[in-house]
């Protein structure tokens, strides 16, 4: 890491349990002070939850946050998400599996229940625009409202999570690089940047620039698959940035992203790119 930009190489990282919630691990990738509120992050869940989430979910656990953004990648394992399309009726429970998207947007219903715990163990990639949405964090007492599991729910509820696995979505064309493919998993919001998937082929030598963001770091890549080389422009000169599966790269308002007449992949890769596209053009 230097003051420019954070290089993690997440296969190498130690992982650290949460001494809140015994049983849960992390790897934090971008704290709250270099996000401006939210994090980035990997959790890695036990089969069958942990003992506090059991005890919290024995007769089902629902919530929803008032408004924060809470977005995740299933990086392996499994996990049962339950949400409400009708909140006066029942929930449905979906098992989200190694690339599905779930996205909680402020105000919408969601929970779990002890049975449906994972059955071999979770680990997400996980970031939000701000904090209070784990149940442990000091402003959890004015984000994340419990709901009873059944019953009425607050009038203010007025949203439902967006969940699908994103192998089901078809890749299109990149709008700026030739031979790219892209695939949109939620669109830019006012504040909030948009998350797209690309797909960039073996031997490709498009180039590349991606300016610097402005303000706290909105813009990062985590390689899902394959092997990606790209140039670090920051105060203290161009350093390389190589990327391996599952590396994590993420860029601050002195530094820039671009590669210019190299190879950036020797074998192909796809990265899940936060705020950009990997072009020229603007970024999202």
């Known amino acids: 890491m230097t003051h420019d930009y954070v290089l993690i190489d997440t296969d190498s990282m130690p992982t650290e349990e949460d001494p809140r919630n015994p049983g849960k691990k992390t790897q934090l990738l971008l704290s709250r002070e270099e996000t401006g509120g939210g994090v980035v992050r990997i959790s890695y869940w036990p089969a069958g939850f942990t003992e506090k989430i059991r005890q919290m979910a024995t007769n089902g656990h629902r919530h929803y946050h008032r408004s924060v953004n809470e977005r995740h990648y299933v990086l392996g394992g499994d996990w049962t998400a ?4 009708d909140p006066a009726g029942g929930p449905v429970p979906t098992r989200l599996t190694r690339h599905h998207y779930l996205e909680n947007p402020p105000k919408a219903l969601h929970g779990i229940n002890r049975d449906m715990g994972p059955d071999t163990g979770t680990k997400f990639l996980v970031w939000t ?12 007492a004015t984000e994340s409202f ?16 967006i969940l699908f696995n994103a192998q089901d979505l078809p890749w299109l064309p990149h709008p700026q690089q030739s031979g790219w493919l892209v695939k949109e998993l939620s669109p830019a919001q006012e504040t909030l940047p948009g998350v797209t998937m690309v797909n960039i082929p ?4 498009a180039s590349i620039h ?19 080389s790209l140039e670090v422009r920051g105060r203290d000169g161009t350093v390389p ?3 391996r599966e599952n590396a994590f790269l993420a860029w601050r308002d002195r530094a820039e992203i671009g590669s210019e007449d190299r190879i950036l992949s020797d074998g192909g890769c796809v990265a899940i790119c936060i705020g950009h ?8």
Request: without cysteine; negative net charge.
């Open 202 to 205: 073996a031997g490709s030598r």
């Open 82 to 85: 339950l949400y409400w399309p």
């Open 146 to 161: 419990d709901v009873e599991f059944e019953g009425e729910v607050p009038s203010e509820v007025n949203s439902v999570p």
């Open 241 to 243: 940035a190589t990327l």
């Open 210 to 228: 991606v300016p610097s963001p402005e303000g706290d770091v909105k813009r990062w890549l985590f390689l899902i698959s394959g092997d990606l």
């Open 129 to 140: 625009s701000g904090p209070g949405t784990d149940v442990y964090e000091p402003e959890a």
């Open 277 to 284: 596209t990997l072009s020229t053009a603007q970024t999202t």
